[in-house]
């Protein structure tokens, strides 16, 4: 087995299309300049229940599950990534994009229909660059592929 550090992840965002059920090949923008710490932001909502059927000790069943990731670096105006989000900002119904996750070891990727809620593209101290940050959560389980070769 071996270890890949973060930054080998790759995350791309396109705009989703109304009525579209899978995205489109091209068109694909990293989301990647001065982002410094892309974090899971996973829920579930679980139960526990105990049955006859075993010792009383209660199981626990998972419900839901929630993926997501929070985005965090330093606002790059120019780059088609930060751009696109930013155009969402003052939106509350146009926030899907199509979220692509290629996974460290290059091997395995994941494409959904996402939100991105919790944008911030300003701000900060006087002597920091200006912040960046949000929230991606897929809508719905993504679709598990292999990376085509020329990933």
């Known amino acids: 087995m071996s270890r890949f550090k973060n930054a080998l992840r790759k995350h791309y965002i396109q705009p989703y299309v109304e009525g579209e059920e899978t995205p489109g090949d091209e068109g694909w923008l990293r989301l990647a300049k001065y982002i410094s710490d892309i974090t899971a932001n996973n829920d579930e909502e679980t139960a526990e229940e105990a049955f006859y059927h075993g010792d009383g000790t209660p199981e626990t069943t998972v419900l839901s599950v929630s993926k997501g990731y929070d985005v965090e670096g330093h606002r790059f105006h120019g780059d088609d990534a930060q ?63 292999d990376v085509d070769s020329g990933e």
């Open 83 to 145: 751009d696109l989000i930013d155009e969402m900002a003052f939106d509350e119904t146009g926030r899907k994009v199509w979220h692509r996750v290629v996974q460290a070891n290059g091997e395995k990727e994941f494409v959904g229909r996402a939100t991105v809620s919790d944008i911030v593209t300003d701000g900060g101290p006087a002597d920091e660059y200006e912040t960046f940050s949000c929230t991606i959560t897929f809508d719905e389980k993504p679709t598990f592929s």
